[in-house]
């Protein structure tokens, strides 16, 4: 159950075909709002996610007490996510699809970031962990 007894608005019929699945942890949200509200048609306290503007002004704020001069938003999280995964040999597809691009033309500006040239392919002997 999640925190404060509140449950998650789920999308479309969901709710009918899995009347717990609200209370569920792989439904609630990554960033829950700290705020409950009524909810009158299903009579529960529900939740929602946290206002992005609300995430994006406390990165803000870690960046500024850190001293990184560099510019950090939000998003640039979901670029450092898509480079480690292509660093690490992600297939380009799988990143795709996690990213949400409709086109695998958008997710190939993330191997410009890595320019490694031939240097940048790994081999699968690299994983390998010798004793």
Not at 46 to 72: F, N, P, W
Not at 74 to 100: K, P, V, Y
Request: proline content about 5%.
């Amino acid at each position: 159950m999640n925190e404060r007894g509140a449950w998650v608005e789920l999308p479309g019929a969901l709710e009918g075909k899995s009347p717990r699945a609200g209370q569920q942890f792989p439904w609630y949200w990554v960033f829950p709002a700290a705020r409950t509200y009524y909810h009158k048609e299903s009579s529960r306290r529900r939740r929602h996610h946290l206002h992005g503007t609300v995430l994006q002004k406390a990165v803000r704020d870690a960046v500024a007490r850190s001293g990184v001069e560099k510019r950090v938003t939000t998003h640039t999280f979901r670029h450092s996510f898509a480079t480690h995964l292509l660093s690490r040999g992600i297939d380009i597809r799988t990143i795709q699809e996690l990213l949400g691009h409709a086109s695998v033309t958008t997710t190939m500006i993330y191997t410009d970031v890595l320019n490694q040239g031939p240097l940048g392919v790994k081999s699968p002997l690299d994983h390998l962990e010798l004793p």
